[in-house]
T-cell receptor
Framework: SQQGEEDPQALSIQEGENATMNCSYK?????LQWYRQNSGRGLVHLIL?????REKHSGRLRVTLDTSKKSSSLLITASRAADTASYFC?????????????FGGGTRVLVKP | KAGVTQTPRYLIKTRGQQVTLSCSPI?????VSWYQQTPGQGLQFLFE???????NKGNFPGRFSGRQFSNSRSEMNVSTLELGDSALYLC?????????????FGQGTRLTVV
Protein backbone atom coordinates (compact mmCIF):
# COMPACT_ATOMS: atom_id res chain seq x y z
CA SER A 1 0.00 0.00 0.00
CA GLN A 2 1.17 3.52 -0.63
CA GLN A 3 2.02 5.80 2.24
CA GLY A 4 1.50 9.00 0.30
CA GLU A 5 -1.52 10.00 -1.69
CA GLU A 6 -1.20 12.90 -4.06
CA ASP A 7 -3.78 15.35 -5.16
CA PRO A 8 -4.61 16.19 -7.88
CA GLN A 9 -3.67 13.23 -10.04
CA ALA A 10 -3.30 15.54 -13.02
CA LEU A 11 -2.92 19.27 -13.50
CA SER A 12 -2.93 21.39 -16.65
CA ILE A 13 -1.81 25.02 -16.50
CA GLN A 14 -0.55 27.78 -18.76
CA GLU A 15 3.08 28.79 -18.78
CA GLY A 16 3.69 31.46 -16.16
CA GLU A 17 1.00 30.21 -13.80
CA ASN A 18 1.69 28.56 -10.46
CA ALA A 19 1.18 24.85 -9.91
CA THR A 20 0.29 23.43 -6.51
CA MET A 21 0.08 19.77 -5.60
CA ASN A 22 -0.55 18.10 -2.30
CA CYS A 23 0.59 14.95 -0.61
CA SER A 24 -0.98 13.22 2.37
CA TYR A 25 0.54 10.39 4.32
CA LYS A 26 -0.47 8.04 7.08
CA UNK A 27 2.30 7.36 9.57
CA UNK A 28 4.86 9.47 11.40
CA UNK A 29 7.77 10.35 9.18
CA UNK A 30 11.42 11.29 9.41
CA UNK A 31 11.33 13.45 6.31
CA LEU A 32 9.43 13.98 3.09
CA GLN A 33 11.01 14.33 -0.31
CA TRP A 34 9.69 15.54 -3.66
CA TYR A 35 10.86 14.12 -6.97
CA ARG A 36 10.23 14.89 -10.63
CA GLN A 37 10.06 12.31 -13.39
CA ASN A 38 10.04 13.06 -17.09
CA SER A 39 8.36 10.54 -19.39
CA GLY A 40 9.17 7.32 -17.54
CA ARG A 41 12.81 8.19 -16.99
CA GLY A 42 14.70 8.37 -13.71
CA LEU A 43 13.55 10.41 -10.75
CA VAL A 44 15.17 13.77 -10.11
CA HIS A 45 15.41 14.83 -6.48
CA LEU A 46 13.85 18.25 -5.95
CA ILE A 47 13.75 18.95 -2.25
CA LEU A 48 13.83 17.27 1.15
CA UNK A 49 11.99 18.65 4.16
CA UNK A 50 12.56 17.21 7.62
CA UNK A 51 9.79 16.53 10.07
CA UNK A 52 10.85 19.46 12.26
CA UNK A 53 10.70 21.93 9.37
CA ARG A 54 7.56 23.69 8.18
CA GLU A 55 8.63 25.31 4.93
CA LYS A 56 11.50 25.11 2.52
CA HIS A 57 12.41 26.92 -0.68
CA SER A 58 14.58 25.99 -3.63
CA GLY A 59 14.52 28.31 -6.61
CA ARG A 60 10.95 28.37 -7.92
CA LEU A 61 9.91 25.57 -5.60
CA ARG A 62 8.28 25.98 -2.22
CA VAL A 63 7.45 23.01 -0.03
CA THR A 64 5.41 23.06 3.14
CA LEU A 65 4.96 20.33 5.69
CA ASP A 66 2.20 20.04 8.29
CA THR A 67 2.93 17.04 10.47
CA SER A 68 -0.26 17.54 12.50
CA LYS A 69 -2.30 17.07 9.34
CA LYS A 70 0.17 14.61 7.84
CA SER A 71 0.32 16.58 4.63
CA SER A 72 2.75 18.44 2.39
CA SER A 73 2.40 20.71 -0.59
CA LEU A 74 4.69 21.54 -3.47
CA LEU A 75 4.30 24.89 -5.20
CA ILE A 76 6.01 25.60 -8.49
CA THR A 77 5.91 29.31 -9.26
CA ALA A 78 6.04 30.89 -12.72
CA SER A 79 5.84 27.50 -14.42
CA ARG A 80 7.64 26.75 -17.67
CA ALA A 81 6.99 24.19 -20.39
CA ALA A 82 10.06 22.32 -19.12
CA ASP A 83 8.24 21.75 -15.80
CA THR A 84 5.93 19.31 -17.60
CA ALA A 85 6.52 16.06 -15.73
CA SER A 86 5.15 13.79 -13.03
CA TYR A 87 5.84 14.85 -9.47
CA PHE A 88 6.06 12.39 -6.60
CA CYS A 89 6.23 12.79 -2.88
CA UNK A 90 8.12 10.17 -0.91
CA UNK A 91 8.16 9.68 2.82
CA UNK A 92 10.92 8.37 4.99
CA UNK A 93 9.34 6.54 7.89
CA UNK A 94 10.32 7.32 11.46
CA UNK A 95 12.44 4.70 13.19
CA UNK A 96 12.82 2.68 10.03
CA UNK A 97 16.28 1.26 9.70
CA UNK A 98 18.06 2.34 6.62
CA UNK A 99 16.74 4.00 3.53
CA UNK A 100 13.25 3.14 2.45
CA UNK A 101 11.10 5.66 0.66
CA UNK A 102 7.40 5.14 0.22
CA PHE A 103 6.05 6.98 -2.81
CA GLY A 104 2.70 8.50 -3.58
CA GLY A 105 0.92 7.92 -6.86
CA GLY A 106 2.21 11.16 -8.37
CA THR A 107 0.74 14.24 -9.96
CA ARG A 108 1.05 14.63 -13.74
CA VAL A 109 1.65 18.27 -14.58
CA LEU A 110 1.22 19.66 -18.08
CA VAL A 111 2.43 23.20 -18.67
CA LYS A 112 1.08 24.58 -21.91
CA PRO A 113 3.14 27.19 -23.75
CA LYS B 1 30.66 13.85 -9.94
CA ALA B 2 29.10 11.00 -11.92
CA GLY B 3 25.51 10.14 -11.14
CA VAL B 4 23.89 6.78 -10.58
CA THR B 5 24.45 4.49 -13.55
CA GLN B 6 22.11 1.64 -14.39
CA THR B 7 22.74 -0.95 -17.06
CA PRO B 8 21.30 -2.02 -19.33
CA ARG B 9 18.78 0.73 -20.15
CA TYR B 10 16.42 -1.60 -21.99
CA LEU B 11 15.90 -5.32 -21.84
CA ILE B 12 13.49 -7.76 -23.45
CA LYS B 13 13.19 -11.22 -21.93
CA THR B 14 10.94 -14.22 -22.34
CA ARG B 15 8.73 -15.64 -19.61
CA GLY B 16 10.61 -18.11 -17.47
CA GLN B 17 14.01 -16.59 -18.09
CA GLN B 18 16.04 -14.78 -15.49
CA VAL B 19 17.57 -11.32 -15.63
CA THR B 20 20.29 -9.40 -13.82
CA LEU B 21 20.29 -5.62 -13.59
CA SER B 22 23.24 -3.55 -12.47
CA CYS B 23 23.57 -0.29 -10.57
CA SER B 24 26.67 1.78 -9.87
CA PRO B 25 26.00 4.34 -7.12
CA ILE B 26 27.47 7.79 -6.77
CA UNK B 27 31.04 7.62 -5.53
CA UNK B 28 31.09 7.58 -1.73
CA UNK B 29 27.48 6.44 -1.39
CA UNK B 30 27.15 3.21 0.53
CA UNK B 31 23.40 2.67 0.34
CA VAL B 32 21.72 1.33 -2.77
CA SER B 33 17.97 0.85 -3.01
CA TRP B 34 15.89 -0.70 -5.76
CA TYR B 35 12.36 0.25 -6.80
CA GLN B 36 9.92 -1.15 -9.31
CA GLN B 37 7.65 1.22 -11.21
CA THR B 38 4.56 0.03 -13.06
CA PRO B 39 1.49 1.94 -14.28
CA GLY B 40 -0.77 -0.09 -12.00
CA GLN B 41 1.21 -0.23 -8.76
CA GLY B 42 3.31 2.90 -9.03
CA LEU B 43 6.71 3.05 -7.37
CA GLN B 44 7.32 0.20 -4.97
CA PHE B 45 10.33 -0.48 -2.79
CA LEU B 46 12.15 -3.74 -3.48
CA PHE B 47 15.16 -3.75 -1.14
CA GLU B 48 18.06 -1.73 0.16
CA UNK B 49 21.68 -2.69 0.61
CA UNK B 50 24.23 -1.01 2.81
CA UNK B 51 27.81 -2.19 3.17
CA UNK B 52 27.01 -5.43 1.35
CA UNK B 53 24.13 -6.27 3.70
CA UNK B 54 20.45 -6.19 2.93
CA UNK B 55 19.04 -3.70 5.38
CA ASN B 56 15.43 -3.42 4.22
CA LYS B 57 13.17 -5.53 2.08
CA GLY B 58 9.87 -4.78 0.42
CA ASN B 59 6.94 -7.06 -0.16
CA PHE B 60 8.10 -8.94 -3.24
CA PRO B 61 8.36 -12.68 -3.87
CA GLY B 62 11.62 -14.53 -3.43
CA ARG B 63 12.18 -14.48 -7.19
CA PHE B 64 13.49 -10.97 -6.64
CA SER B 65 16.91 -10.88 -5.07
CA GLY B 66 19.89 -8.61 -4.93
CA ARG B 67 23.37 -8.16 -3.69
CA GLN B 68 25.93 -5.47 -3.13
CA PHE B 69 29.64 -5.67 -3.72
CA SER B 70 32.47 -4.21 -1.68
CA ASN B 71 32.69 -1.23 -4.06
CA SER B 72 28.97 -0.51 -3.35
CA ARG B 73 27.86 -1.53 -6.83
CA SER B 74 24.67 -3.52 -6.69
CA GLU B 75 22.88 -6.07 -8.80
CA MET B 76 19.33 -7.28 -8.67
CA ASN B 77 18.17 -10.54 -10.12
CA VAL B 78 14.72 -11.70 -11.09
CA SER B 79 14.30 -15.40 -11.75
CA THR B 80 11.49 -17.20 -13.57
CA LEU B 81 10.23 -14.02 -15.16
CA GLU B 82 6.51 -13.39 -15.41
CA LEU B 83 4.67 -10.98 -17.69
CA GLY B 84 3.83 -8.87 -14.65
CA ASP B 85 7.50 -8.23 -14.00
CA SER B 86 7.54 -5.86 -16.96
CA ALA B 87 8.40 -2.54 -15.38
CA LEU B 88 10.88 0.25 -15.01
CA TYR B 89 13.42 -0.76 -12.36
CA LEU B 90 15.03 2.17 -10.61
CA CYS B 91 18.10 2.21 -8.46
CA UNK B 92 18.81 4.94 -5.92
CA UNK B 93 21.95 5.68 -3.99
CA UNK B 94 22.48 7.69 -0.85
CA UNK B 95 25.13 8.22 1.75
CA UNK B 96 23.18 5.88 3.97
CA UNK B 97 24.65 7.05 7.23
CA UNK B 98 21.25 7.90 8.66
CA UNK B 99 17.76 6.78 7.99
CA UNK B 100 16.14 7.97 4.78
CA UNK B 101 18.71 10.45 3.58
CA UNK B 102 18.41 12.17 0.24
CA UNK B 103 18.27 9.57 -2.53
CA UNK B 104 19.58 10.00 -6.06
CA PHE B 105 18.12 7.88 -8.81
CA GLY B 106 19.51 6.40 -11.98
CA GLN B 107 17.72 6.51 -15.33
CA GLY B 108 16.31 3.06 -14.80
CA THR B 109 16.22 -0.21 -16.69
CA ARG B 110 13.07 -0.83 -18.65
CA LEU B 111 12.36 -4.55 -18.60
CA THR B 112 9.82 -6.03 -20.97
CA VAL B 113 8.80 -9.66 -20.49
CA VAL B 114 7.17 -11.31 -23.50
Amino acid sequence: SQQGEEDPQALSIQEGENATMNCSYKTSINNLQWYRQNSGRGLVHLILIRSNEREKHSGRLRVTLDTSKKSSSLLITASRAADTASYFCATGVLKAAGNKLTFGGGTRVLVKP
Amino acid sequence: KAGVTQTPRYLIKTRGQQVTLSCSPISGHRSVSWYQQTPGQGLQFLFEYFSETQRNKGNFPGRFSGRQFSNSRSEMNVSTLELGDSALYLCASSLGDRATAEAFFGQGTRLTVV
